[in-house]
């Protein structure tokens, strides 16, 4: 059975940053596409990025608000899904959730990250 | 980026009745597309994939058709644990995107 739980999330001043984690199991995560969603309070689902496995280039993909602030990184060895979040803005505020495959299959029960000062 | 128009926005359902949500995508996607559920302050909860396929565990009377631009999401009879918020997503390509949701109350 697939399982992705994310870690990491709080609360951080505007301009400051926050490293999310992904643990993954029940599948072969060096294999697999990884993405993050988040979903702000009240709103809808919204596509952070992507990255490759290693096999595909291990390449990433932001969505447009994220681009050059939020960067996907990947520990095979660890199992583990990474989103480093640098000046970070109120609009962040959001749960973030993992998502595993290239088609982005949300699976985790979410962190909360909170931007405000 | 490819645009999601779900419809409708909301609605209101018997116990028993068959509810139906249609997802628009602005090109076409094949049958790229996920269904999700969610249920208030709850993670959402993965029920189809490419577009008609049952995720393991999801009960039968939810299910999926379409491909191209027009997709259907159906339950055929509305149980009480099924009031949630349902969304699709496309991913032909990136960014993937989501619909808006489908608000799925109790008459």
């Known amino acids: 059975e697939v399982q992705l739980v994310e870690s990491g999330g709080g609360l951080v001043k505007p301009g400051g940053s926050l490293r999310l984690s992904c643990a993954a199991s029940g599948f072969t995560f060096n294999n697999a596409w990884m993405s993050w969603v988040r979903q702000a309070s009240g709103k809808g689902l919204e596509w952070v990025g992507r990255?490759?496995?290693?096999?595909?280039?291990?390449?990433?993909d932001y969505a447009a608000p994220v681009k050059g602030r939020l960067t996907i990184s990947r520990d095979d060895s660890k199992n583990t899904l990474y989103l480093q979040m640098n000046s970070l803005r109120t609009e962040d505020t959001a749960v973030y959730y993992c998502?595993?495959?290239?088609?982005?299959?949300?699976r985790g029960q979410g962190t909360l990250v909170t931007v405000s000062s | 980026d490819i645009q999601m128009t779900q419809s409708p926005s909301s609605l209101s359902a018997s116990v028993g009745d068959r509810v139906t949500i249609t997802c628009q995508a602005s090109?076409?996607?094949?049958?790229?597309l996920n269904w999700y559920q969610q249920k208030p302050g709850k993670a959402p909860k993965f029920l189809i994939y490419?577009?008609?396929n049952l995720e393991t565990g999801v009960p039968s009377r939810f299910s999926g058709s379409g491909s191209g631009t027009d997709f259907t999401f159906t339950i055929s009879s509305l149980q009480p644990e099924d009031i949630a918020t349902y969304y699709c997503?496309?991913?032909?390509?990136?960014?993937?995107?989501f619909g808006g949701g489908t608000k799925v109350e109790i008459k």
């Open positions: 998502a595993s495959g290239a088609s982005g299959q949300v």
């Open positions: 090109q076409d996607i094949s049958n790229y």
């Open positions: 490419d577009a008609s």
């Open positions: 990255i490759k496995s290693k096999t595909d280039g291990g390449t990433t």
């Open positions: 997503q496309q991913y032909d390509s990136v960014p993937l995107t």
